[in-house]
């Protein structure tokens, strides 16, 4: 089972729009990463989102790209909600685009059972894919837009 955890695009400053859209860059580099995992074979059956705007326009690229176009808002994947109630809902084969701090204290939580851990360092537009097998959870990948070639 693999589960895709992502910080949202880069975004506007609430100076430019308080409703905090992607920014032009951000834009472009969820839509290099998501390109380069449609090239990779990566397919998720659904794309969950905060709800607000930046993480549903990066949940929105990467179901147009790898999954089925639609996108579903999820509660509990604000910034400072509940880590252990979000990976209860947990499905595999699921996309989450959030934010920090939530999605690098769920994938710690996940990993080692302590969500203050810091197992992995996000970045926007960043993927993270877990995975898990026997033995648990465990980090199978980490692709950041720096290193994507389209």
């Known amino acids: 089972m693999r589960i895709y955890f992502v910080q949202h695009g ?38 969950c989102h905060s709800g607000k705007l930046r993480a549903k326009e990066t949940a929105q690229i990467f ?14 994947m604000g910034p400072n909600d509940d880590v ?10 699921v996309m989450y685009v959030g934010h920090l701090p939530h ?12 969500e203050t851990a810091g197992v992995v360092k996000f970045v926007n537009a960043g993927v993270v894919c877990v995975e898990k097998d026997d033995n648990g959870y465990h980090i199978g990948w980490h692709l950041t837009p720096s290193v994507c070639v389209v």
């Open 10 to 47: 880069l975004a506007l400053s609430k100076d430019v729009d308080p409703n905090r859209p992607l920014s032009a860059e951000g834009r472009r580099e969820v839509e290099t990463i998501s390109a380069y995992l449609q090239k990779a074979g990566v397919t998720v059956k659904k794309a």
């Open 63 to 76: 179901a147009t790209k790898i999954g089925d176009g639609n996108i579903l808002e999820l509660r509990g």
């Open 84 to 93: 252990m109630e979000f990976v209860a809902r947990l499905e595999g084969d």
């Open 103 to 114: 999605m690098e204290k769920a994938v710690s939580y996940l990993v080692t059972g302590d």
